[in-house]
């Protein structure tokens, strides 16, 4: 028996139609009907009785909808009570991020801290693979990572990961770049621009794979500073790698003032975000629903990639 069916027969109840009911539901008609059917098949009675003039709850049907309706109720009353004690809990969630989930955290924060008002949340800026270290250590609560080459962390017994998105790393040059004129640009062809990257030990995987596969890559400088990577593309003093899911929404791209380049000539694992947390910590209120609340977000910015 699911909560739904309890709904199903008392709407059908109320509007005397399947029709009118699956309507109102904004289900099919016949997912409505087979949903009841399968409901009196499992309590082994008849609910309604259908003809051409409607459908009508037999004497038994009366009752169970009766139960239904009480249930129903209570359910709300339930739904209720636990609205008006969200506000009571709080309580720290700390959140270790990469740069690149940063501008999609504020909307899902904005939404829960209105739901959770008491629950201070604090997010540090960090390396992968140190948010894995400090949320094995009890350091920080749920984190946002890159995931490596290998996907070792996604082997680790003590961390639960959910994969958020997939790519695969891109250049972003000025638009006064020779490369702005590129459809694709080759890694021995990156070999010859200076590079700035994230400091983060994703990047230099990356980094120092493409090194030994085609010859030793020019890298400028290596920042934790955004702004210093985006300076130095945008005054044509270097190119960046990153991947795309991050170099696609930067405001620069969006705005004309670079230009992502496709990297071709070589076949590459693609990169991914992936949210973990601990697998001994999940089933506190404050990650569980967090986390919950991210991932719809997060899949809802997947569709539109």
Known sequence: MKIEQLEYITEVAKSGSLSLAARKLYITQSAISQSITSLEAELGVKIFRR???????????????????ETLEKLDELKMETDLNLNLVDGNLRI?????PLMYLPKTIAAFKKDYPNIRIEISEESS????????????DIGLIGLSMEGKELKDENIAFKILLRGKMIVAASIDSPLAFADAVTPEEVRKYPIVIYNDDRMWEFVNYLSAQFGQLDVLFSTNNLDAIR????????????????V????????????PVEVAGFEQDYQGMALVWSKTKYNT???????SRLLSDMSRLKNQL
């Not at 270790?96 to 690149?100: A, F, H, L, V, Y």
């Not at 300076?231 to 991050?246: C, G, Q, S």
Request: proline content about 6%; glycine content about 8%; hydrophobic content about 35%.
């Open 51 to 69: 003809s051409r003039i409607g459908t009508t709850p037999t004497d038994t049907g009366k009752k169970i909808i009766k139960k239904a309706l």
């Open 96 to 100: 270790g991020t990469i740069p690149s």
């Open 129 to 140: 693979q140190d948010i894995v270290d400090h949320i094995k250590r009890d350091e920080l």
């Open 231 to 246: 300076n130095a593309v945008m005054e044509n003093l270097a190119i960046t790698i990153a991947p795309d899911y991050t």
């Open 248 to 259: 696609l929404s930067d405001p620069n791209l969006l705005t004309g003032k670079g230009v």
């Open 285 to 291: 209120t404050i990650i569980r629903n967090f986390t």
